[in-house]
């Protein structure tokens, strides 16, 4: 439930409570006009941008105590915090979804939002270049709904935080399970994936009018709409040019563009 779980509504017994005061009156000042009640409703494009920024700039903080964490050798909390930071980064290209979307659309948006697994999907991105993929149809497995990655990374999560009984009662330890070598992995994943660009709001009326319009029709179409919106953004210097353009990416044409270098 998150951040919903703070709203004293949900947890406070007004007739008995043994809650310390201190801890009642810092949840009651938060709540006031419902503060902590999550939003489900239609976001503009300030608020989507608003809310993009807050996920980077709470995924980089993460990534950062993941890695003080692993530098004094607590191998589980930074890996386990290194999800959080991974699922964090995860909120963003979900957010960018909210832009045009349909009152149809937006239960679903908010569902994927708040679900663990629908955000650290991406946490594969590494291993994945480091292999060789450099397209978007080499990606594609990051979304393949019938992989087991994204279970696996909230199972590791857990294990990094909690001791446990599974199996045929055999009982888990985080420290006996979540090494050095998992560790490094995860932190560097978490970095690697926490965007460090300041999304603007204009570029997200540019993904409405280039992107939006295209994306849910045939690939030709929405390819040359992220094209022509991440050449605008360059144009404009809100992105710089990457060492693979855009096209290339999409098309899966790098090894062409590298060889007329």
Not at 52 to 57: E, L, R, S, W
Not at 116 to 135: C, F, M, Q, Y
Not at 230 to 242: D, S, Y
Request: proline residues 5%.
């Amino acid at each position: 439930m998150g951040i919903a779980m703070l709203n004293p509504s949900y947890i406070f017994n007004e007739k008995s409570s043994a809650t310390p005061q201190p801890i009642r009156q810092v949840i009651q000042s938060m709540s006031t006009n419902n503060q902590l009640n999550p939003y489900k409703g239609k976001l503009n494009i300030s608020a989507i941008a608003c809310g993009m920024n807050a996920a980077i700039k709470n995924a980089n903080r993460l990534a950062n105590d993941a890695r003080l964490l692993f530098e004094h050798e607590r191998w589980p909390t930074a890996a386990s915090i290194a999800i959080l930071s991974i699922e964090e980064s995860g909120k963003v290209p979900i957010l960018r979804r909210f832009v045009g979307a349909t009152e149809q659309e937006l239960k679903g948006l908010w569902k994927e939002y708040r679900c663990h697994t629908s955000k650290n999907v991406a946490w594969i991105l590494p291993d994945l270049v480091e292999k060789g993929a450099r397209s978007l149809e080499s990606l594609s497995s990051i979304c393949d709904q019938a992989s087991d990655h994204p279970n696996v990374l909230d199972a590791i999560k857990q294990i990094g935080f909690y001791s446990d009984c599974l199996g045929s009662t055999n009982w888990s330890i985080p420290s006996d399970i979540a090494d050095k070598l998992l560790a490094e992995h995860l932190v560097t994943t978490s970095e690697l994936l926490a965007n460090k660009r300041h999304i603007t709001e204009r570029e997200l009326e540019l993904w409405e009018t280039l992107v939006v319009p295209v994306i849910n029709g045939p690939n030709e179409s929405a390819h040359q709409g992220l094209i022509a919106w991440h050449e605008t953004l360059i144009r404009e210097g809100l992105a710089e040019p990457g060492k693979i353009t855009m096209q290339a990416f999409i098309k899966g044409t790098q090894d062409e563009e590298k060889a007329k270098e």
